[in-house]
């Protein structure tokens, strides 16, 4: 599922030092990716992708980095390790994504249809709640772990524009 231009995001994103050869890019061994519904207006993209990947930092800490700070001692808050890859796919790709994601036991997070008529934290939770896993109207979803099972998890989706 690696294409040139995941390859250069990734590249460029975590260069290390410059040696003698020059910048030597660093391989991730695991994969963050949020994958979307073709669908939706730019703005709901976004959206749903902020959401997701805030569900990953809070519950897997290890894939959040240190504070940065800038010359003049200005603090700012922490970002992810590595790169976040998007993707988009139809609803039947997003379901099966879905699927084998829950089968393979990875990081899992999921944006409904639901949630764009729900208010707060508690009702979105509630209408996320009410449905069966199999019958969830999928927008976005966002998935951490190996390279290889991620990518599994995300066959027929392509890389987002």
Known sequence: METEQTMQILDHAAASPTSAAGPEPLRFDTKIAVLLRDDLPVWQ??????????????????????????????????????????????????????????????????????????????????????????????VGLAVHGPRNAVDKVLKGARMHP
């Open 45 to 138: 993209r976004l959206n749903v992708t902020a959401f997701l990947v805030s569900g990953l930092g809070a519950e897997l800490p290890e894939v959040v980095g240190e504070p940065y700070a800038d010359a003049g001692g200005n603090r700012y808050l922490p970002m992810f390790r590595q790169p976040v890859m998007i993707f988009e796919g139809a609803g039947e790709t997003l379901t099966a994504a879905h699927t084998r994601a829950l089968g393979r036991g990875l990081p899992l997070a999921v944006f409904t249809s639901d949630l764009f008529r729900t208010g707060n934290d508690r009702d979105n939770r509630a209408a996320v709640r009410a449905v069966a896993a199999d019958r969830l109207d999928l």
